[in-house]
């Protein structure tokens, strides 16, 4: 009995552990996903919009595949920091996304995330995604990659 007991605790255990999706973000939450009505297509479209109406612009999109990659933005007037973000539709539109900075001849990236501070660079790429995706849903879902 005990070690049946024992078992399904260490089951329990890695579910939820394992559990990676969630209706708020999460600490290394590293996707958006944003559900949608009507085709791929024009959900894409839609939220392409909205990049646009947030000051990025598109660097290249296919419909037909189902992605599009916005051009890289400036995270503010002072940070060599730039934001880029990757949408995918899929049964969802899927939102990714990271932020570079470049030191010298190097390129550092980081992918966005979910953090508990506000003051890392990869929690800032996240609330602008999560902005985004919030004017175009209310309900949106976290996970990670």
Request: proline share 4%; with cysteine.
């Amino acid at each position: 009995m005990k070690n049946i007991l024992l078992l399904a605790c260490i089951l329990s255990n890695t579910y939820a552990i394992g559990q990676t999706t969630s209706a708020t973000p999460f600490k290394g939450a590293t996707v958006i996903s944003v559900p949608f009505t009507g085709s791929a297509g024009q959900s894409l479209q839609r939220i392409a919009k909205v990049f646009v109406q947030q000051g990025f612009g598109i660097e290249r999109m296919d419909t037909t595949l189902g992605y599009f990659d916005t051009a890289p933005r400036a995270y503010g007037q002072l940070s060599p920091a730039v934001f880029l973000y990757h949408v995918v539709a899929k049964n969802t539109v899927e939102i990714t996304g990271q932020y570079q900075v470049k030191v010298g001849l190097q390129t550092i990236s980081s992918p966005m995330q979910w953090t508990k501070s506000n003051l890392t660079q990869d929690k800032q790429c996240f609330l602008r995604a999560q902005e985004v995706a919030e004017s175009y849903s209310p309900t949106l879902q976290y996970s990670t990659r």
